[in-house]
């Protein structure tokens, strides 16, 4: 089962006013790698050369932690207001526990990995350790006090347990299968993505026990993958940058990041997803929304962005019948006709891109009603993979096109 649509890439020029992420104060440079909040005031942020922030005032202010060691964190989790775990693996083994909320981190070097992951206050997993053997999946079942690895386990960067027995996992390296187990780990059954080879999966995320997301990266395009009968079958979509991080507050409502400082936002349990500004340059690892409509974002050059109102101001771009979109010859050589049928008044405009989101060409017609045409003269522009999006107010409709000499 697939399903192509294309998002992000061709949505890079929506007004940055129709949504509200302001920069907080993180107080380093230093790349953050993940976010997360125990409350809609208390959070902490990780990253390269041990970093660990501390937020108990929503943001306002964050305070660097002792964490006790300088190598690179990827993860932490909090499985109450006080048990933490924050961990490592590029520089070497690492995972630090607090159970005084970060006042003090007890650092641990033959534990680690790239990911930190609690269905409930016993039962913990962290993909991507390493031993002697290889690398290894390790799991606790008394709340981080002991750790053993599994014997059976994937290469994986990252897991979701909807409980402690049934999860899902993405590989370490290559854009490979999707692995999911009903027996907490011990074995993992191999689930096809509808793509594979060159690439990466960086972060997965299931809301409920059969819809679950995938994001990562493909050569020349980040990929939205989408499961609804747990795993069996998965959809994609392809946008224009790395997506990294991924997270829903609610059923409905999610929110993806990715390089360059992209933001995603979905109102509809991940059917559609629209471009809901752009505040940076820096690329953007990890999202959190303790409460609905609050959130945090972290990335690198130490930045943190927040949101108050779930990231909008308004109406976000809603994507309209791609259908009333036509687009021919297509494949074409030089030139290309764009028709759209209007069914209400608006401002119309139709802007081309090309394969990595930059803006190419831009067709503008004010105030119109019913059927539009136009043609585009390429000029001498490169063969290739190209995007023609409408928009109309804030809705739009987009289709690929390719240019063939």
Not at 54 to 80: A, C, P, R
Not at 153 to 173: R, T
Not at 334 to 341: C, D
Request: aromatic residues 14%; hydrophobic residues 35%.
């Amino acid at each position: 089962m697939k399903k192509l649509t294309h998002i992000a890439a061709i949505l890079m020029v929506v007004n940055s006013l129709s949504a509200q992420w302001i920069q907080q104060n993180s107080g380093t440079t230093n790349y953050l790698n993940s976010v997360y909040f125990t409350d809609s005031n208390t959070g902490y942020a990780v990253g390269f050369n041990g970093t660990i922030l501390k937020t108990m005032d929503g943001g306002e202010n964050w305070i660097s932690q002792n964490s006790g060691t300088t190598n690179h964190l990827e993860s932490v989790f909090f499985i109450d207001q006080l048990k933490g775990f924050a961990v490592g693996y590029t520089l070497a083994n690492t995972l630090l526990k607090t159970i005084n909320g970060g006042e003090e981190w007890m650092v641990d070097t033959i534990h680690g990995g790239s990911s930190v992951f609690f269905p409930d206050s016993n039962t913990g997993y962290i993909p991507g350790g390493y031993i002697s053997g290889g690398e290894v999946i390790w799991k606790t079942t008394d709340g981080g006090n002991s750790w053993s690895y599994l014997q059976n386990s994937s290469i994986l960067k990252s897991v979701f347990f909807l409980n402690a027995d049934n999860g899902y996992g993405i590989p370490m390296i290559d854009f490979g299968p999707i692995y999911h187990t009903t027996d907490g780990g011990n074995n993992w059954i191999t689930q096809y993505s509808a793509i594979g080879g060159e690439g990466y999966m960086n972060s997965i995320y299931f809301t409920s026990i059969d819809t679950g997301f995938v994001v990562g990266v493909i050569p020349y395009f980040g990929i939205i993958l989408k499961t609804v009968d747990g795993g069996i079958n998965w959809s994609y979509e392809l946008t224009g940058s790395c997506l990294r991080g991924i997270h829903f507050p609610t059923q409905d409502i999610g929110y993806i990041v990715g390089d360059n400082g992209l933001i995603l936002k979905t109102i509809d349990g991940g059917n559609y997803w629209d471009y809901i500004g752009n505040y940076t340059n820096d690329d953007l690892t990890s999202v959190f929304f303790p409460v609905a409509d609050t959130g945090y974002i972290v990335g690198s050059n130490g930045i943190i962005l927040k949101t108050t109102n779930g990231g909008t101001v308004g109406t976000i771009e809603k994507v309209i019948n791609p259908d009333l979109l036509k687009c021919y010859p297509n494949p074409f050589t030089s030139a290309i006709t764009i028709e759209y049928e209007l069914t209400f008044p608006g401002n119309f405009s139709i802007t081309i891109y090309d394969h990595m989101g930059v803006r190419v060409e831009v067709i503008e017609q004010h105030e119109s009603q019913g059927k539009q045409q136009f043609v585009w003269n390429t000029k001498g522009l490169p063969a290739g993979l190209y995007f023609c999006r409408v928009q109309v107010g804030n809705e739009t409709a987009t289709k690929k096109i390719i240019k063939t000499k």
